[in-house]
C-alpha cells in the first residue's frame, strides 16, 4: 500500500540519500541537527552518523513540533540536495574504503532502507510535499486555444487574480494556482505577483523569435529584470503542424535564451503528458535557481547569479543558511539557532581544532572566511588556506543578505543579534585614528578651514609676494610655495624644505633630553611632513579649478597623477577626471618600412588618448621601492612616481596610502626610447592587500599587470590574489623579492622576475622587454574617459555644477561636431568671415583717399555699412546665441565650468585635423628649407610654396577655440553699433555682449585686442569692452606690459608661468594677433604699487609661417609698432643668443614711433634671450651688448634723418638700458622632449625676470583704464597710414573654367536628383502620417553613396584632364563647394519635410477624428446599403445617398465650426485704410494695375517731391527730372523691401495656423518704415501713391503664397472639407454593399482607390525628376554651364522681341531666367518633346504597377502558411510597396471578418487593371502640376549660381557657382552702357559705348554717381562693385547689343526718358544687324 502521509515520504526521501553520502557530508549533516551538536562527530564511522542522522528524523519530538519539525525536515532535505549538487572532488582513500565494520553497517543501513521503502511504496508519491507553485501565463492570446479540455487554461475570462487549478491538482496532485495575464495587460490590472511563481511565455509556432522578445520585454519592464530567470518559454502549435525550425534557430541565436527552459506544446493543451513534462521542467528551473541564489530567502537579485559566478568548491547560499540556523541542541525540544557572529569570529570551533578535511567545512568557507581574508594580515594565525577575495567579499555580502531576511517568529529560526563582531571596532578605531592624523596634518598646514572653503584658482591668478628664500619657508609657508613654485613649472615644488618653528628651551627640558632616551626623543620630535601629503592636502583642499591648474602643471613637470583618491570623508573612491581634461600629450612614433624609418606625430588631449596601461601593485611589506622601479621604467633621469629614496621622504605618510597615480610614456621617435608608442603607468601607492577595491579596478582596466611580492610561496596572504591574476587573461608579471632568478615565462603572457641582489638597471631592463614583448601582440586599451563607467567609483565630473556646464557646452558641440572644423567657423561664426576681411580692407582703404575725398570717403563709409547689415543678417546664428544665452544665464561657477568644457570640447574636436595639418606642414616647410639651401629657384621650390600656403590656409580655418566666438560676439556688437537705425529683425540682445565679456576679463580670462586673421583692431568692441570693466571696477589703473618674439619663441609659456595666465601654448593653438588679460594684485601686495593691475598683452609670433609672401613684412611692422608703443614696458623675447632676426623689426618700430608723435609714447623695453645654454652666456655677451646698442643707435639716428625728428640714441625713442635691460635665460627642458621636465634653472630665471618686471614697475603710475582704451584707439589710427594692395588674376584659363563648370554642373546634378528621389521616398509617409521626424543624419547617410560617387569622378577629373596643371588651383575650390552643395539641398530637404511634419502635428485635431469618421461613414453606407439592397437605380442610388450624406456629415460635425476662405482684397483695403489711404486713392491704383510692375518702371518722378528750403521753410515741390542713379536707387529700394516683406509674411504660420490680416498690417508698418528711413536720407520725399502702389506691390507678390498657405491649414484642419472629400469614395462603398458584394469586395475597391491616388502621385512625382534628367541631358540650353544658359536666353529674348521682357531681363535678370525655364519645360513637354515625356510617364507607369503585383504576390504568399489577420496582410502589403510607393492609411475595424487572402488579392488584382488603365491616361498637365515640378527643379539646380552684374552695363555674371571667390565676375556679353541707362552727366545723352571698349579707352568714368572719374584702364581701382569684375577689352563690338538698341531705340528713349543723340547717337552701321546675326554673335561668343 502506497501512503499519502507527507512526513513519511519525506523521510524517506531523506534516507535514501542519505545513502549517496560521504563520510565528510554525513558529518557536515548531522553536525548541524539539534542531536549532532553537542557529538564530536568527527570520532564517529559513517554507519554510525547515518544511524544518528536518520534517529534524528524519526524522533517523536520532532514530530510533536508538527509544522515547525517539518520545516526543519525540508531545510535538512535541501541541505543534503546541495550537498550533493556542489560535491564535485574525486573521493580520498579514506572516503572509498571502508572497514568491515562499516561494511556490515552499510548492509544494515541498506536492510533498513528497504523496510521503509516496503512501508511506504516502490517510488514516491505523486503528493510527495513540495511547496505550493503559481503559473502566470503571459505571451499572445492567439498562442492558446482557451476551452473546456485545456489542463492549463479552461476558460477565456481575463481575470488576473490567482486562481487554483484542480485540473493540475488532480494531474499532478500539487497545489497549483494559475494567473492568467495573456494579451500583455496594462500594468494597473496586474494584481500582486507571489514569489512562488513561474511565468510561462506562450509564443505561437512561427513567431519564436518576435513574440519571445517582446514578451521578456514587457516582462522586465513591467516587473522588473530579476524576474526573467523564472521564465519558461513553451511554443505551441497546432496538432498537424510541425516546429518551424528556421524562428527556432533565431530562437536559440539570442543570449538570453536557454534550452532547458524550453517547451514545447499543442495550443490545445490537452494532452497531459506534455503538461507533465512542462511541470518537470518547470520544478528543475526552480530547483537550479533555488540553488544558485539560496532558496525563497535569497535576495531577488542574487536570483539573476547563473552557476558559473558561483566559484569552485563554493557551497549554495541556501546550504550556508542551513550551517546558520542549526548549530546546538537543547533538552526538551529541537530548536535550531542561528549563530552568525560566531561564524564571523575567529573563535570558531572548527577554526581552532585546525581541521584539514575538506577546509571551509561549509559552515566556514561561506559564513567566517571573507573577514577572516580581510583580517589575515592583521591576525596571521588562521590556518586555512585563503581563496579568491571576491569570493570572500560576495561570500560576507551574501551572509549579511541572508540574515536580514531570515524570519524570526519561530523557535527554530532564533538569530542572536547581541554577539558582536570583534573586527568591526578595530575598524571603527582604525578609522578614528587616520581621521585625527589627516585633521592634524591640515593643521600643520593651516588647511583646516580649506577643506570646506575650498582654495581657489583665483587665490593664486594675482601678482602675490615673491617666494620667500628657502630659510625662510615655515610649515605655514608651505601651501602658497607649492602652489606658486608649481605655477612656474619648477618641479621642486615637490619638497620644499622648511624650517622648525623656534621654541623657548629650559634648562630642566635639556637635562631631560639628556637622560632620554633615542625612541622617547624621536616620539616627541615630529617629523616634517612627506611631500606627497602636501601635494594630496592641497588636492584634496582645492576647488575643481585649481585642482585642473594643479594637475596641469604637474603633468608638464613630469610627475605622476592622481587617477584614484580616497575620498577623507567617506569611504568612496573618486577619479579627478576634470583635472586631465586639459592636459595634452604629444609624442612621435617611428617605424621602419622598406629600410626607411617613418616618424608620425600624435598630439591629443590625454583623457581621450587609447593607451595600453600597466599596474604595479605590491602585496605585502617590501624593503625595495616600487616607484623607484617604475621611475626606471619611465625617465630614469627623473623621479616620475615619488618614492621612500626621494629627497624630504618620512615614514610617516597620511593621504597617499590608497592613491593610484598614473604616468605616461611618451616616445620621441628615436632609436634610444625605451618604448615605441604611448603607454601609461599606474601605481597602486600601499598595501593591495588592504586596499582591495583600488585592487580590483585596476585590474580590469589594465592591459599588463606587475605585482611585487617580498616571496613567492603557498599559505602566505597573497597567495589568493595572485591566483586570481594569474588564472584571470591578463598579462602578468611577478616580481620576487626573495628569489635572484632572472626573467621567467610561466605560460604564455604569465612571467616571474627575482629581485633579490639583483640592480635595478637589470631588473628594469628585463621588465622593459617583457612589457614590450607584451604589448607588441593583442591587448586591451586603457583610456581616461572610461573612468567614468567604472563601478564603484565617483567621478568629480559628476557634479551637479560640472554637470549643468558641460550640458550647456555639448548643446553647442552637437551643433559642430558632425561637421568638417575648416568650416565651422564659416557657417556659425560668419561675421568674423570675409564680411569682417573686407570691412577691414575697405577701412583701411578709407584712410587713403585720392581724387574727390569727400566723395569717395561716402562711398566707403556706405561700403562699410553695408557690410555691418551684411553681418547684422548673418549675426543671428545658432552657436552665438546658445553660447552668448549660457553666459547671460548660467551662475559664475557653471559659467565657468561651461566656458572650459566648451574650449575642452572643440579642442577634442580638431585636435587630429590640427595634428595632422601641423604634421603635413612641419614635413613642407623641412622640404621648403632644403630646396632654398640649394638655391634651387625650379618650379618644385614654387609648387612646394604653394602647399605651404595652402597648409597655411587650412590650418587657419580648422584653429578653432573660444577665442573665436568671442571674437564673434565683438563683430555681432560692432555691426549693430555701427548702424544708425536698429533692425527691426533682431533677435538677439547683442548689447549686452561687452558686460558679458567684461565679466570674464575680471575673471581672468584673456581677450583678443587684434584680430590675427584680419590683422585688424576693433576699436568700437574693445572701447566698449572695456568701458564695462570701468563700471566694475572703477576705472583702476594698470600697468600694461606687453611682449614681443619672432614665432615659438616661448612667450606665452613664459607669461603663464610667470603670472599663472592661460595664454594658449600648445602646438596649433599658438596666438593669433594680441591678447589682454588682467591680472590683480594681490592684498599683500596693494600698498607697494601705484596701480591695480598689470594688463598683459601677449602677441602672435613675427616672421609667422602662416603670413607668407609680401604682407609678412608689412604685418611684422604693424604689429610690433602696436604693440611696443601700447606696453609700459615691452618684453622683446628672443630665442637663442642672436639679435640678428630682430634688427629690421626694431628699425621699424622706430621709424613708426618717430611719425607718431601724437601718440606721445615712451614705453621701456627689455630683452629677453630663452634658450641660452651656457651659464656664463650673461659674461660672454658684454661685447655683444655693447655693439647692439651700437647699432640700435645707428638705427635710430637713420630713422630720424629720414623723418626729421632730432634724436641722437635709441633711448631717445624707448626708454633702454643695455647693461640691466638684457636676460638671459636657461632653456626651457632639462633633457630632449617629450618626457623631459622643465629645467628648474628656467623657473628662477622667470622668477628673477618677474623680480625685474615688479621692480621697474613699482617706479611706474601706470595709466588708468580708459586711458589705455584712448590710447588704443590714438595707436591704431596712427598705424592707418599703410595699405594693403591688390592683385588681378589671369584670364588665360577661361576656357578650361568653362569646362569644369560644365562638369560641375553634372556633378550637383546627380546629387539633386538623387535628394529628390529620397524626397519622393519620404514626403509621402510623411504626409500620410507615417513618419514623423527625419533626422540629418539619416539624409546624409542616404546620400553618402551618390556623393562617394560624386567625389570619386570629379577626383578622376582633377587628375586624369589634360588640362589638370591648370585644374589644381581650382580643384579645392569645387570640392568645397560640392560639400557645400551637398549640405544645402539636404538641409533645404530637411526644412520641407519639417514643415509638412509641422503641418501634420497642427491637424492632429483632425486626424483624430479622421479614423472615427471613417468607422462611422462605413459603418452608417454598410447599414444604409443593406436598407436599399432592393433598388438597382444608380440615378436613385445617388439621390439617396446624398440625402443621408448631408445627414450623416451634419451629425459627424455638429461641434465643428467650419473654416472660411479668405477675401484678401478686402483685408488689403482695411488695412491700408487704418493707416489713413483714402479709399479712392486705392481703387485707382487696382483699377490702373500701375502697381503691377513697379520695380521695373524706368521712370519714378511722379512719386517723388523735392525738398526745397524757402525763407527758411522746407516745402515740397514737384521734381520734374530724376538722375537715372536715384532711379537705380528707388527700384533697389522697392526690390529690398519687398524681399523684407515677403520674408516676414513667409515666416507667419498660415499653412498650420491660418490666416489673420494682422499679418498685413504688420507688412505695411515696414513698409511705412522703410519709406520713412529712405526718405530721411534723400532730398526728396515719396507722395502718398508710392506708399499705396508699393504696398499692393508687396500684396501682389505675397497674395499667391499667402492663399496656397491657407488652402493647406484649410484642407488639413476643415473637417467638412474633409468629408467633402471623401463623399465620392463612400458612395462606391455604399454602393458595392447595394450590390450585395462581399467584405473582402468592398475591402479590395478601397484598397484600390488608396493605391489609384497613392500610385499616380508616385508616377507624377518620378516622371517630373525623369523629364528634368532627360532635359539636362540632353537640351541644349540645360546641358552646359552657365554661360551656355544664358546665350539661350538671349536667343529667346530675340526670337520674340518682346521689349517688356527686356526689360525684365536688364532690371532682373534671374526673373526673366527663370520664366525661360518655365516656357522651355511647357514647350518641351507638350510640344516638341511630347511623345519623348509620355514614354517617360509610360515607363514609371509600368514600373509602380509592377510593384504594386509584386507586392500583392509576396503579401498574400506569407500568409498563406501562417495565420493572420486583415490589419496583418495590409501592414506586410504595405511594407512591400516601400520605398516606391507609399499607402495612406486604411481602418480595418470593420473588415475583421476578411480571411481569404487569396481572394482579396485577386479583387485587388482586377481593380490593378483599370488603375494601370488609368494611370496610363494620365496628363502630362498632371505631371507638370505635381509637387516635383519639372520647370522648379531645373530652376532650383540652374539658377544657384552667380547672380552679380556689370557695374556699366548690367550684364550678368555667367560663373556657375554662386560664390566664386576669388575669381573675379565675368560675362562675355556685355553691353553699352545706356543699355542700363547711363548717360554723359548733366545731358540727357544715353551712352552707346561697350565697357568691353571703354576698359582699353583713355576714357574716365564716375563711378557709382561720384563726382571724381576713374580711367576706365583702372576701372578695378574704383572700389566695389568694380573690383569685383574682370572686364576683358574686345574690340569685336557685339552685334546683338547694336541690333536691339536700333531695334527698340524708341521704346528705350521712353523707358528711360533720355535720347540716343549727341555722344550717344547710333551709328548707322548698327542699323544693317539683322536678328539672325544677332544670334549668330551669341554663339561666337559663348565659344570663346
Sequence with gaps: MATNNPRKALIFKIQ???????????????????????????????????????????????????????????????????????????????????????????????????????????????NEVTPQLTLVLIGNKNSIEIGSKNILLDHDQEIHEKEFSSRLYDLLGRQIFVINMLGFPNIDTIPEIPEDCVFILLVSNDQHENQYTSGMQWLEKTLGKELSSYVMTVVTHDDSEEICENELQKLKAKSSFSEKRYHTCARSMMDENEIVALLEKINDMVSENRRMSGGNQANPDERLKTVTDLPEERPSPQQSIITAVTKQRKDGGHDLKATFSEENSETNEGNKKGQKKRKTEIRENVGGKGQEICEKKGAGKSEINVVSCELCQESNLLRQQQSTQLPTNTGAFNVDARTEKPTSK?????????????????????????????????????????????????????????????????????????????????????????????????????????????????????DSFLKQKMITKLSQCQYALPLLVPDLLSTNIECPLWTFRQITKTWKISTNKENATTVTMKSMPIYKADTPMVSFFRLGSMSLSKSQLMNALINDRHNTFFHRNCKGSTKSRYLMDGVAEIAWYCPAGKDNDFFTDCIAFCNLHGDSLAIGKQREILTEMSSVIVVLVPTLEKCQESTAVISMLYKSSKPLIILNADNDSSAVRVKPQKYKLGLKERSQSDVSEELKKIIKSLLSGPHTSFRLETMAKVSGVKVDEDQKVCQNGKSAAMEIIELIERMDVSKIKAKFLPCQGQLWSNWCKINKELHHLKGDMEKEKGQKSHQLMKLREKQC????????????????????????????????????????????????????????LVLKNKHDKSAQLKHKQTELELLSQKLQSATFGLEHIFREMGQIYEAHKSLKKPLLYQQHDWTKYPELAADLMISGHPMELMDGDAGHVPLIWISNLLQEVIKKLGDPRVFVLSVLGVQSSGKSTMLNAMFGLQFAVSAGRCTKGAYMQLVKLSQENKDKYQFDYIL?????????????????????????????????????????????????????????????????????????????????????????????????DKMAQLAAKEEGCDVACFSDVIAFDVQKDVKYFAQLWEGSPPMAPPNPGYSESIQELKSIILSKAKQSTGITLSHFSTKIQDLWNALMNEHFVFSFKNTQEIAVYRKLEVQYGNWTWALRSEMLNIENQLYPRIEKGQLDKVELSYLNTEMA???????????????????????????????????????????????????????????????????????????????????????????????????????????????????????????????????????????????????????????????????????????????TFVP????????????????????????????????????????????????????????????????????????????????????????????????????????????????????????????????????????????????????????????????????????????????????????????????????????????????????????????ITRVISQALFEATEKFKHKKGNIEMWVEEFSSKLKPKLTLDTISCQNFSDINNFEFLKEEIEKGLKSITTEMSKLSLEKVNDCRQKPDQILIDQLCNCCWERCPFCAAVCTNTLKDHSPEKHSVPFHRPSGVKGWHVRGTVELVIDFCTTLVASDKSFYPNSSDWTVPYKQYPTAGEPFASWSITADASMLPFWKWFICHFQNELEDYYGLKFQGQGKIPQQWKNFSKEDAIESLNEMSSL
Excluded at 61 to 86: C, F, H, P, V, Y
Excluded at 1096 to 1125: P, S, Y
Excluded at 1153 to 1181: G, W, Y
Excluded at 1535 to 1560: D, H, M, W
Aim: net charge negative; proline share 2%.
Design 16 to 126: 535514501k540519500k542519505l545513502c549517496t553520502l560521504t563520510t565528510e557530508q554525513l558529518q557536515t549533516v548531522l553536525s548541524l541537527t539539534d542531536d549532532g551538536s553537542a557529538i564530536h562527530v568527527y570520532d564517529l564511522s559513517e554507519p554510525e552518523l547515518y544511524d544518528l542522522i536518520v534517529d534524528f528524523v524519526k524522533s517523536e519530538k520532532l514530530r510533536e513540533l508538527e509544522d515547525e519539525g517539518m520545516s526543519q525536515l525540508l531545510l535538512l532535505d535541501e541541505l543534503i540536495s546541495n550537498l550533493l549538487a556542489t560535491d564535485n572532488q574525486p573521493p580520498t582513500a579514506s572516503e572509498t574504503v571502508m572497514n568491515d565494520c562499516d561494511t556490515q553497517h552499510a548492509e544494515r543501513r541498506d536492510k533498513n532502507v528497504q523496510e521503509e521503502t516496503e512501508n511506504i511504496s516502490g517510488s514516491p508519491p505523486r
Design 1345 to 1519: 553613396k551618390t556623393y562617394e560617387e560624386g567625389t570619386k569622378n570629379m577626383t578622376t577629373h582633377f587628375e586624369d584632364d589634360k588640362d589638370k596643371e591648370m585644374l589644381v588651383q581650382w580643384r579645392g575650390r569645387f570640392e568645397n563647394k560640392i560639400k557645400e552643395f551637398l549640405e544645402e539641398p539636404i538641409t533645404s530637404l530637411k526644412v520641407k519635410l519639417d514643415e509638412v511634419i509641422q503641418q501634420n502635428n497642427a491637424r492632429k485635431n483632425l486626424d483624430h477624428k479622421k479614423t472615427e469618421f471613417e468607422n462611422n461613414l462605413l459603418q452608417k453606407s454598410k447599414e444604409f446599403a443593406h436598407q436599399l439592397k432592393c433598388v438597382d437605380d444608380e440615378e436613385e442610388l445617388k439621390a439617396q445617398f446624398s440625402d443621408v450624406w448631408s445627414h450623416w456629415v451634419k451629425e459627424l460635425t455638429s461641434d465643428t465650426k467650419p473654416i472660411k476662405n479668405i477675401n484678401l482684397e478686402e483685408d488689403q483695403i482695411a488695412v491700408l485704410q487704418e493707416l489713413g489711404v483714402e479709399r479712392g486713392l486705392i481703387d485707382e491704383s487696382k483699377r490702373s494695375k500701375r502697381y503691377k510692375n513697379l520695380s521695373e518702371r524706368g521712370d519714378y518722378s511722379d512719386y517723388i517731391r523735392m525738398k526745397k528750403s524757402i525763407g527758411g521753410v522746407c516745402k515740397l515741390v514737384k521734381m
Design 426 to 542: 578595530t575598524f571603527e578605531e582604525s578609522q578614528k585614528k587616520h581621521q585625527k592624523e589627516t585633521e592634524k596634518l591640515l593643521r600643520r598646514l593651516h588647511l583646516q578651514d580649506q577643506h570646506q572653503h575650498m582654495l581657489s584658482s583665483e587665490d593664486f591668478v594675482q601678482i602675490r609676494p615673491p617666494i620667500k628664500k628657502t630659510n625662510e619657508i615655515f610649515e605655514r609657508d608651505l601651501v602658497s610655495a607649492f602652489l606658486q613654485t608649481l605655477m612656474m613649472l619648477d618641479y621642486r615644488a615637490r619638497y620644499i624644505p622648511v624650517q622648525q618653528e623656534s621654541s623657548d628651551v629650559t634648562d630642566d627640558d635639556d637635562l631631560d633630553a639628556l637622560f632620554a632616551t633615542n625612541v622617547e626623543i624621536d616620539q616627541s620630535k615630529e617629523n616634517h611632513v612627506h611631500p606627497m601629503d602636501v601635494q594630496m592636502a592641497v588636492f584634496h583642499c582645492s
Design 1524 to 1743: 537715372h542713379e536715384e532711379q537705380k536707387l528707388i527700384r533697389s529700394f522697392i526690390n529690398e523691401v519687398e524681399q523684407k516683406c515677403l520674408t516676414a509674411i513667409k515666416r507667419k504660420p498660415v499653412a498650420t495656423r491660418g490666416f489673420t490680416s494682422t499679418y498685413l498690417k504688420e507688412v505695411v508698418q515696414i513698409i511705412k518704415s522703410e519709406i520713412e528711413a529712405m526718405e530721411s536720407q534723400r532730398n526728396y520725399v515719396f507722395k502718398k501713391e508710392f506708399t499705396v502702389d508699393l504696398s499692393l506691390y508687396v500684396f501682389d507678390r505675397a497674395e499667391g503664397w499667402l492663399l496656397n498657405a491657407h488652402k493647406i491649414y484649410r484642407d488639413n484642419n476643415d473637417a467638412l472639407t474633409y468629408l467633402d472629400n471623401k463623399k465620392n469614395e463612400y458612395y462606391n462603398i455604399f454602393r458595392s454593399f447595394c450590390k450585395g458584394s462581399s467584405s473582402t469586395v468592398v475591402f479590395g475597391e478601397i484598397m484600390c482607390e488608396k493605391l489609384k491616388v497613392s500610385a499616380a502621385e508616385a508616377v507624377c512625382n518620378k516622371t517630373g525628376v525623369d523629364i528634368v534628367g532627360e532635359m539636362m541631358c540632353s537640351f541644349p540650353a540645360f546641358n552646359g554651364n552657365r554661360l551656355n544658359l544664358e546665350k539661350h536666353v538671349l536667343a529667346s529674348l530675340a526670337e520674340k522681341e518682346d521689349f517688356s521682357r527686356f526689360t525684365t531681363y536688364i532690371r532682373n535678370p534671374r526673373a526673366q531666367v527663370e520664366a525661360f525655364i518655365k516656357e522651355e519645360v511647357k514647350e518641351y513637354m507638350f510640344t516638341t518633346q511630347k511623345v519623348k515625356a509620355q514614354t517617360i510617364l509610360k515607363k514609371n507607369v509600368e514600373d
Design 873 to 928: 543678417d548673418v549675426s543671428n546664428s545658432k552657436l552665438m546665441r546658445l553660447f552668448t544665452q549660457s553666459l547671460q544665464s548660467l551662475p559664475p561657477k557653471e559659467r565657468e565650468y561651461f566656458l572650459t568644457w566648451t574650449q575642452i570640447l572643440i579642442d577634442a574636436l580638431s585636435t587630429d585635423d590640427l595634428s595632422s595639418i601641423l604634421q603635413n606642414y612641419d614635413e613642407t616647410w623641412s622640404e621648403v
Design 1096 to 1192: 598683459v598683452v601677449d602677441t602672435e609670433g613675427l616672421r609667422a609661417l602662416e603670413l607668407a609672401g609680401n604682407a609678412t613684412l608689412h604685418h611684422d611692422n604693424e604689429l610690433a609698432t602696436f604693440v611696443v608703443g601700447l606696453g609700459n614696458m615691452t618684453l622683446i623675447n628672443i630665442f637663442g643668443e642672436n639679435l640678428a632676426d630682430m634688427q629690421d623689426v626694431l628699425q621699424n618700430v622706430v621709424q613708426a614711433l618717430m611719425r607718431m608723435k601724437k601718440v606721445k609714447l615712451s614705453p621701456s623695453c627689455v630683452f629677453v634671450h630663452q634658450n641660452v645654454t651656457d651659464i656664463t652666456a650673461a659674461e660672454k655677451n658684454m661685447d655683444g651688448k655693447r655693439r647692439l646698442q651700437e647699432k640700435l
